[in-house]
């Protein structure tokens, strides 16, 4: 079993900052792809960010140049910098992690995040 808790939402004002963390904890024996994604009220939930095991990123255009993505393998935990945060921005962010040959996805319960204007 892996279990994954996200923590560092909050309120904030439009153009502040929010730092995520997520940790992964459990029977892990390979972590893949770690990520983010958020889930607005009424929206589908869309991607944010990825990063590989390797350390390759990947963000949604939204957020490219205002987020940041980062991983500490020693500890299993994925982190989300989140600058010159917009209303927009407001919603629950999800974290999600690949384990394992069949790339078993698992998914965080969520940490809400709302920008005000």
């Known amino acids: 079993q892996v279990q994954l808790v996200e923590s560092g939402g909050g309120l904030v004002q439009a153009g502040g900052s929010l730092r995520l963390s997520c940790a992964a904890s459990g029977t892990i024996f390979s972590i893949k792809d770690m990520g983010w994604y958020r889930q607005a009220p009424g929206k589908q939930r869309e991607f944010v960010a990825r990063?590989?095991?390797?350390?390759?990123?990947s963000y949604a255009d939204s957020v490219k140049g205002r987020f940041t993505i980062s991983r500490d393998s020693a500890k299993n935990t994925v982190y989300l910098q989140m600058n010159s945060l917009k209303p927009e921005d407001t919603a629950d962010y999800y974290c999600?992690?690949?384990?394992?040959?069949?790339?078993?996805?698992?998914w965080g319960k969520g940490t809400l995040v709302t920008v005000s204007s």
């Open positions: 990063i590989t095991s390797g350390d390759t990123t």
């Open positions: 999600n992690v690949q384990v394992g040959r069949y790339n078993m996805p698992y």
